[in-house]
Nanobody
Framework: QVQLVESGGGLVQTGGSLRLSCAASRSDFSIATMAWYRQAPGLQREVVAKITSSGLVNYADSVKGRFTISRDNAGNTGYLQMNALKPEDTAVYYC???????????????WGQGTQVTVSS
């Protein structure tokens, strides 16, 4: 069974930066597509950023110019670089990836376990 393992959350002051990582637990799968979502208490989960298999990216208006989504060339790990953080960015962040079997070409839709990001004012 393949999983996505998230890391990089934490507590940061307003204006600070964090980088979230999302790694496939098995090397025989690569990240084909990826999205980052976040969910604040009492609110619905919302999409923050997406990257397609060809590298096209899309961001929520609230994070444009501050967040950057990427993945490494090997397709093993995806990232969300978050700069100029604001208190309203506080949420649990989840990665969601389309994982492609490198030999089987099997495509799986997998969610990470979530990581807490807290921005203090």
């Amino acid at each position: 069974q393949v999983q996505l393992v998230e890391s990089g959350g934490g507590l940061v002051q307003t204006g600070g930066s964090l980088r979230l990582s999302c790694a496939a637990s098995r090397s025989d799968f690569s990240i084909a597509t990826m999205a980052w979502y976040r969910q604040a208490p009492g609110l619905q989960r919302e999409v923050v950023a997406k990257i397609t298999s060809s590298g096209l990216v899309n961001y929520a208006d609230s994070v444009k110019g501050r967040f950057t989504i990427s993945r490494d060339n090997a397709g093993n790990t995806g990232y969300l670089q978050m700069n100029a953080l604001k208190p309203e960015d506080t949420a649990v962040y989840y990665c969601n990836a389309g994982l492609l079997g490198r030999s089987t070409r099997e495509l799986l839709d997998i969610w990470g376990q979530g990581t807490q990001v807290t921005v203090s004012s």
